[in-house]
Structures are given as C-alpha cells and as structure tokens.
C-alpha cells in the first residue's frame, strides 16, 4: 500500500503523493518550495553558506510580501540585549520587560554577577 503513495523523482528521491494536498489546497491557499537538492554537490555546498541562505531566505520573504500584496515596513527594530546571570546566559531579547525580570529574578536569588550588553 505504501508503496502506491510513493514514486520516485527525476532527482532520484522517492516523493509522496500530495493527491488529498491538491483538494485542500482548491480551498485554501498554499505555497511549495523546492529551492535546492541536498544530494546535488554544488547545492549542497549552497546549503551550508550562511550568506547564500540570508539572501535565499530574503528573496523567499520578498517574494511572498508581493504576491500577498504586502508593503515593507520602515520600522526601527528595537535593540537586542543579552542578560547573563553568573555566567550563564538568560536572555537574547528586545523585551525590556524580559530584561528586568531576568534582571530582578537574580536579585532576588541573590546571584553573584548580573550582566547585560546590547548586541
């Protein structure tokens, strides 16, 4: 039986088949990416640069934001800050209510190095 759901690609890879994903997708919208193959060398070489996967990954959100119709917002983004309570660290976050509640949490518990540095 499983094997009736299963057929093999022109890549090599064995693929499901998305017959009960096509009735619900006529009722709902539904995007597929397929943007590289692991078992392609120069892909997968892709696939573990950092810059290569940041420009991916931001061409894939633009690409979405238009066919939705979306504009970019302008927004500052917050900073981000990193609490570190006796050496180990607590919180990366943008959150000043996080901030001072990691911050009154190692008061409390009377710890011995309260640090924060924005990043």
Known sequence: MIQNLVRKSPHGSYCQSFNTSHKMIRKMSAVL???LFIDNARENKLLRDKRFLDGLGEAIVKGMAASLGLK??????????????DGQVIYDTA???????????????QAKEIHFKRL
Not at 72 to 85: A, G, H, N, S, W
Not at 95 to 107: F, L, Q, R, S, W
């Open 72 to 85: 970019e917002k302008m927004d500052k983004l917050k900073p981000m800050y990193r609490v570190i309570v």
């Open 95 to 109: 959150y000043e209510d996080k901030i001072v509640d990691a911050v009154t949490k190692a008061i409390q518990s």
């Open 33 to 35: 990416l397929e943007c």
